[in-house]
């Protein structure tokens, strides 16, 4: 039976997403502040295995599958290239709203990321479409993400949060600005 008093306080349980190692995470950052200039490498080895689906080994462990839609010639069994980078761009940001909440202490209960981007392709990838296009003028146009974040920080403090993390992600920077880029025969 409940009684008066239990009704009147009534005991709320909130769940937190799984937490990052915060000490290996301080470790990390100061050995980022020693050696500003340290950097890794990411390695991906692509396979084409007909019409435009491919397999990604990436590292020893994992395998990404991508794919064209039907509407691009594709069999539409993955993601097509763009959506794969606008995942690694959801990843890297909650990646980053993870690790800067810990940081702060901020304890995240809920972390999601939506994101939209305005891509075209009026070179049909060079095989003969608008062919007086310039780099500049072809992939993601515009890009759009909203973070829904929620932990036991005020929404000020996580908006804080979401827009360090934002100048701080490897990938939106990297998406963000132009970087050297070369592609050679192997």
Known sequence: MTDAATLDNPTTVKAYLRPIDAQG??????????NPARRGTNKVHTVMEGQYRSLSS??????????????????D????PGEIVLSGLGGCIAVGVTAVATWKRVKL??????????????????????????PPQMG???????????????????DEIVQHANFYSPVANSMRNPIPFEISMA
């Not at 590292?59 to 069999?75: C, I, Q």
């Not at 809920?110 to 392709?121: H, P, R, S, T, Y």
């Not at 829904?148 to 005020?154: K, Q």
């Open 58 to 75: 990436v590292g020893d462990k994992h395998t990404v599958v991508v794919d064209e839609p039907l509407h691009l010639f594709g069999e």
């Open 140 to 158: 993601f146009q515009a890009i759009r993400v909203k973070v829904l974040v929620e932990g036991d920080a005020p929404r000020e403090v996580l």
């Open 77 to 80: 069994t993955a993601p097509a």
């Open 109 to 134: 209960s809920k972390l999601e990321v939506f994101l939209e981007g305005d891509i075209g392709n009026p070179a049909a990838w060079g095989a003969g479409g608008a062919l007086e296009m310039t």
């Open 25 to 34: 995470l301080a470790t990390f950052a100061a050995g980022g502040k020693a």
